[in-house]
């Protein structure tokens, strides 16, 4: 299997590591080595991993049955937002383990990633919400676009009813995320009436004393640049700062054509999640239930020298609650805002000179998505060799 030589280079690198005090951190979590790394790995191998598939039904009915070769962003923004969907109904200290009975929330969520056009946040689904944002089925995702697809998404999904906001300009806005995710509860009196007044900008900024009676659980995700052609050095200590954060969900990113799921570092080492081995669709069982075992990565992980990431990513992060939220916004100005060149910005208040802001609303599709496949030659290519790669040139 393409792993095995990856896999022992990663153990003996852990081996290497094993008398130092060095820590690693994985999604907000630390792990000394030399005591722990039983426990990392298996925290690691928790994570829903996602990779291509093949022998699907065709996206749009005519379209590819495998995203080899051009779904990888796609299959990390999956793992993104399947680690925050665990932490929003099983917490960030769910542990798996191999074949022993999960949750039921589990099983749910897996449901809603499957290769099926009916499942949510399917590989169907995301293609094809790709198009409204300008990127034709069997196109190759940036981090961004990535982003945009699954705030869209999220609009129909109602089982999780999560807020997805993704920053502009790098530049997060606290009043905007308050607006967004402070929704009144739904009893008979009060449907349909609008926040008070009282939930302004002003008392939004006294963090949990402000009036917010319920909180939309929050995926942020903050795509951004850091450096022209390659990541600037000064940019490396803020971006390993925010694996730190208890609100991590890692960052996508990778190389050109190329993504990975940065879940964690040691040292200058990023660890990631590699989406590019290719199996076989997996379908729900008879019992409703999916044999998730090829949904965790049992190798150890991957790494790579933080300096080679390419500077285009994407960092995601989850707040259950409106507390965890303005933890973030501390931690934010303690850890990121101190630097000379701020890897983003956190302001209270809407920018003047922006449109103003209106939290999404589910949109009206009309599109299958299937007419924007251009030819049958371009359906030919996805059943080459099956680990088939777009390399960049």
């Given at each position: 299997m393409e792993y095995e030589n990856q896999i022992t280079i990663f153990t003996d690198y852990l081996e290497e590591y094993s008398d130092t005090d060095e820590l690693v951190w994985i999604l907000g979590k630390q792990h000394l080595l030399k005591t722990e790394k039983s426990k990392l790995l298996s925290d690691i191998s928790a994570r829903l991993w996602f990779t291509y598939r093949r022998?699907?039904?065709?996206?749009?009915?005519?379209?590819?049955?495998?995203?080899?070769?051009?779904?990888?962003?796609?299959?990390?923004?999956?793992?993104m937002l399947a680690q925050a969907l665990i932490c929003r109904h099983l917490g960030r200290d769910w542990n798996w383990e191999k074949q022993k009975e999960q949750p039921?929330?589990?099983?749910?969520?897996?449901?809603?990633?499957?290769?099926?056009?009916?499942c949510c946040y399917s590989i169907h689904q995301m293609a094809q919400m790709g198009v409204g944002e300008g990127k034709s089925i069997g196109e190759w995702f940036g981090p961004n676009t990535v982003a945009q697809v699954l705030k869209k998404l999220a609009l129909f999904d109602e089982w999780n009813s999560l807020a997805v906001y993704v920053s502009m300009d790098n530049t997060v806005v606290i009043e905007d995320i308050?607006?967004?995710?402070?929704?009144?509860?739904l009893s008979a009196d009060t449907a349909g009436e609008s926040p008070p007044d009282s939930l302004t900008a002003s008392s939004q900024s006294k963090g949990t004393s402000a009036y917010c009676p319920a909180w939309k659980p929050l995926l942020l995700i903050v795509p951004l640049r850091l450096g022209i052609n390659q990541i600037n050095p000064v940019y490396v200590g803020a971006f390993k700062e925010c694996f730190k954060m208890p609100q991590s969900l890692g960052a996508l990113g990778g190389k050109p054509n190329n993504a990975y799921y940065f879940i964690g570092f040691l040292g200058n080492e990023l660890i990631f999640l590699d989406p590019h081995t290719t199996q076989t669709f997996v379908d729900t069982e008879e019992n409703g239930m999916v044999d998730d075992q090829t949904f965790h990565c049992l190798q150890s992980p991957q790494r790579m020298n933080i300096l080679n990431l390419d500077p285009s990513v994407a960092l995601g992060f989850f707040c259950k609650e409106e507390k965890d939220f303005d933890n973030w916004c501390s931690l934010v100005q303690k850890e990121i805002l101190k630097e000379n060149l701020r890897m983003f910005e956190l302001v209270q208040k809407h920018p003047s000179h922006w449109p103003p802001f209106v939290p999404p609303t589910k949109p009206e599709v009309t599109t299958t998505g299937a007419e924007f496949i251009d030819s049958t030659e371009q359906l030919e290519e996805f059943d080459l060799e099956e680990d088939f790669e777009i390399l960049s040139v």
């Open positions: 022998k699907f039904s065709p996206i749009g009915g005519t379209g590819p049955s495998s995203d080899a070769g051009w779904g990888c962003m796609l299959r990390c923004g999956q793992m039921k929330e589990y099983q749910r969520i897996l449901q809603c990633f499957l290769d099926r056009k009916d308050k607006k967004m995710c402070c929704v009144l509860p």
